[in-house]
């Protein structure tokens, strides 16, 4: 699949899953211990999990790869990392065992497992089987293929939290995505447009035409000028209601500069400062506007899986007013060539590895 493609192939119908048929083991890709993950990832035979109360044990048909995935590795001690029997954080699947929740055997869903969960319970997406909590999944909108559906809840869901539930963006209303060809900011472009936004966006000038086709109004190329003075100089009237951070920048330097476009009682999100966390805290939490401190809202998204979420954005899907974005896919064997794309910091869409085969 080429970069960025979006499709809307109808899905295939329910597929035959029976619990009788789950193995006892399984293959997964493991974390082995913290550092680079091209290192401590290894494929292998876990068992398949047991499932807690109000969890799901799906067949995995596609699992999505997020940056968080190989950065949290160089994190976290050795012992922690270890816990995860299989990694990564959002799949498409098929239940196999509903557990007496609100599913049932056979269905076809897509959804998301914690990044603490994986870490606490020990099974993320990248297995054959996983368990999933029956709030942090959803059926999958017949509009889209498992491929296209596993990679909708992350960056789909913190696009939808940052904007909709913290920010409460309005039609009518401006907002700025810095990074709208992230993953996070191609939804956030979409989820905008859906409710009525005038909508502006940065991303390196290859990548105009692939944010203007999600909907941006406006561009601007961060390549060419250091982006703030472009806003600067752009002084935009009305200035912005909502500015998005969606790359994950280590200088603070767009949201200090940012009381010149972003308006009085706007809010400043962002998806998580990734170093420079000294600067950060004193520009963000600590400057007092009195000595130079910036008279604006600063939010982080730290995304929180809600169901309801998952139902409003599935809506959007099935409605067809947001679109799945695959930037490639590959096979379950290949997921470190996978993790290769998505270190490049260069995708345009979700980086998909198919662990089963068959699946569309
Ligand atoms: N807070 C949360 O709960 C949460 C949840 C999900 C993700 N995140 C964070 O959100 C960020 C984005 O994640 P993602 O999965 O959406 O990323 P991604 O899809 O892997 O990002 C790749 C894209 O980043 C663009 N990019 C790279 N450097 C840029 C820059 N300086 N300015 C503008 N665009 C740039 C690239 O476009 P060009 O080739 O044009 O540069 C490329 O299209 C990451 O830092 C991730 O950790 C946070």
């Given at each position: 699949m080429s970069a960025g493609q979006a499709q809307a192939t109808p899905a295939a119908p329910t597929t035959e899953a029976s619990s009788k048929s789950i193995p006892a083991t399984q293959k997964s890709?493991?974390?082995?211990?913290?550092?680079?993950?091209?290192?401590?990832?290894?494929?292998?035979?876990?068992?398949?999990?047991?499932?807690?109360?109000?969890?799901?044990?799906v067949k995995v048909q596609a699992a999505a790869l997020n940056p968080v995935g190989h950065k949290v590795l160089k994190?976290?001690?050795?012992?922690?990392?270890?816990?995860?029997?299989?990694?990564?954080?959002?799949?498409?699947?098929?239940?196999?065992?509903?557990?007496?929740?609100?599913?049932?055997?056979?269905?076809?869903?897509?959804?998301?497992?914690?990044?603490?969960?994986?870490?606490?319970?020990?099974?993320?997406?990248?297995?054959?089987?996983?368990?999933?909590?029956?709030?942090?999944a959803i059926l999958r909108p017949k509009n889209v293929t498992p491929t296209q559906a596993a990679g909708l809840s992350i960056a789909g869901l913190t696009a939808y939290q940052g904007l909709i539930d913290i920010a409460k963006l309005e039609a009518g209303q401006s907002v700025f995505i810095n990074g709208g060809s992230t993953a996070v900011g191609s939804f956030a472009i979409q989820l905008a447009k859906a409710k009525g936004a005038h909508v502006a966006v940065s991303a390196s000038g290859k990548n105009e035409q692939y944010v203007r086709n999600l909907g941006a109004d406006e561009f601007f190329d961060y390549t060419k000028a250091p982006l703030h003075e472009q806003l600067l100089a752009a002084d935009p009237n009305p200035k912005y209601h909502v500015f998005l951070e969606a790359v994950g920048m280590n200088d603070p330097t767009l949201f200090v500069e940012s009381e010149k476009y972003l308006a009085p009682g706007g809010v400043f999100l962002d998806v998580g400062p990734q170093g420079g966390y000294l600067k950060f805290f004193w520009k963000v939490f600590l400057q007092p506007s009195w000595l130079g401190g910036t008279k604006r809202k600063w939010k982080l998204i730290a995304l929180d899986v809600?169901?309801?979420?998952?139902?409003?954005?599935?809506?959007?899907?099935?409605?067809?007013?947001?679109?799945?974005?695959?930037?490639?896919?590959?096979?379950?064997?290949?997921?470190?060539?996978?993790?290769?794309?998505?270190?490049?910091?260069?995708?345009t869409g979700k980086v998909v590895v198919k662990v089963d085969p068959t699946a569309e």
């Amino acid at each position: 699949m080429s970069a960025g493609q979006a499709q809307a192939t109808p899905a295939a119908p329910t597929t035959e899953a029976s619990s009788k048929s789950i193995p006892a083991t399984q293959k997964s890709w493991r974390v082995t211990g913290s550092g680079d993950i091209d290192k401590v990832l290894k494929f292998g035979d876990v068992p398949v999990p047991k499932l807690k109360k109000g969890d799901i044990l799906v067949k995995v048909q596609a699992a999505a790869l997020n940056p968080v995935g190989h950065k949290v590795l160089k994190l976290l001690p050795g012992f922690i990392a270890r816990r995860a029997k299989a990694h990564e954080f959002e799949i498409a699947g098929v239940v196999v065992d509903a557990n007496g929740t609100e599913f049932k055997e056979g269905d076809e869903i897509f959804g998301a497992i914690p990044v603490l969960s994986v870490f606490q319970n020990g099974y993320g997406a990248l297995a054959q089987y996983t368990a999933v909590s029956a709030q942090q999944a959803i059926l999958r909108p017949k509009n889209v293929t498992p491929t296209q559906a596993a990679g909708l809840s992350i960056a789909g869901l913190t696009a939808y939290q940052g904007l909709i539930d913290i920010a409460k963006l309005e039609a009518g209303q401006s907002v700025f995505i810095n990074g709208g060809s992230t993953a996070v900011g191609s939804f956030a472009i979409q989820l905008a447009k859906a409710k009525g936004a005038h909508v502006a966006v940065s991303a390196s000038g290859k990548n105009e035409q692939y944010v203007r086709n999600l909907g941006a109004d406006e561009f601007f190329d961060y390549t060419k000028a250091p982006l703030h003075e472009q806003l600067l100089a752009a002084d935009p009237n009305p200035k912005y209601h909502v500015f998005l951070e969606a790359v994950g920048m280590n200088d603070p330097t767009l949201f200090v500069e940012s009381e010149k476009y972003l308006a009085p009682g706007g809010v400043f999100l962002d998806v998580g400062p990734q170093g420079g966390y000294l600067k950060f805290f004193w520009k963000v939490f600590l400057q007092p506007s009195w000595l130079g401190g910036t008279k604006r809202k600063w939010k982080l998204i730290a995304l929180d899986v809600k169901k309801e979420y998952l139902v409003a954005f599935a809506k959007l899907v099935e409605e067809g007013k947001v679109k799945p974005l695959v930037d490639s896919v590959f096979s379950f064997e290949d997921t470190l060539k996978a993790y290769e794309r998505i270190k490049t910091s260069r995708a345009t869409g979700k980086v998909v590895v198919k662990v089963d085969p068959t699946a569309e």
